[in-house]
């Protein structure tokens, strides 16, 4: 009786010697795995790190020139966003703003030459050319820029 308990015993205890064994194994195993995939997937970062490391103090980059830039040549949105954009944003001193289109139907029936007449030459707080070295065209693409998203459907001019 008390043999064969000693023997069950032993051989439970041989059981969970083995499992444990066997569990340390995998773990080791697991551990090893995940080591050596951390230390694969490290190296590209580490290869960054370093080439950012040796890089130039400076890097001058050239920016593409985008058509219709040039001074003399730029579109009714850059004029806009450069010149206009101060008082027909918000509004200032009751300019018509854009894309308020009550505020600029009276004035679309100016049609587009009657409006580029009153810009170049000026109009109350509105300062001739609205203070901007736009040319005509420029001017003219600014205006229809402006009334086109104030209720208008004006034609841009063509470049001269
Ligand atoms: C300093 C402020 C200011 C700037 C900058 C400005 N405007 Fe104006 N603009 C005004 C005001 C104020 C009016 C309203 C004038 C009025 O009818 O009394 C006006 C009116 C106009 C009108 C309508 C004219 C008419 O006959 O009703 C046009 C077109 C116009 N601006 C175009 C432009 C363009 C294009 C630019 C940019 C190149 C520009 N403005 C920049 C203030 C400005």
């Given at each position: 009786m008390s043999a064969t308990t000693d023997s069950e015993f032993s051989i439970q205890k041989i059981m969970s010697w083995g499992l444990l064994i066997?569990?340390?194994?995998?773990?080791?195993v697991l551990a090893l795995v995940s080591i050596a995939s951390a230390a694969?997937?490290?190296k590209p970062i580490d290869e960054e790190?370093?080439?950012?490391?040796?890089?130039p103090v400076a890097r001058v980059e050239m920016a593409a020139p985008s058509a219709g830039a040039a001074a003399g040549?730029?579109?009714?949105?850059?004029i806009y966003k450069?010149?206009?954009?101060?008082?027909?944003?918000?509004?200032?001193?009751?300019a018509p703003k854009l894309g308020?289109?009550?505020?600029?139907?009276?004035?679309?029936?100016?049609?587009?030459?009657?409006l580029l007449k009153s810009a170049i030459a000026?109009?109350?707080?509105?300062?001739?050319?609205?203070?901007?070295d736009a040319n005509d065209t420029?001017?003219?693409?600014?205006?229809?820029?402006?009334?086109?998203k104030s209720g208008a459907s004006f034609k841009e001019p063509a470049a001269k």
């Open positions: 066997a569990l340390g194994g995998v773990a080791t694969k997937g490290s790190a370093s080439n950012s490391r040796i890089a040549n730029r579109s009714g949105e850059q450069a010149a206009c954009t101060a008082c027909h944003e918000a509004g200032v001193a009751n308020d289109k009550a505020a600029w139907a009276p004035r679309l029936a100016l049609g587009l030459d009657g000026g109009k109350n707080a509105m300062p001739p050319k609205g203070a901007s420029e001017l003219a693409r600014a205006i229809v820029y402006m009334a086109n």
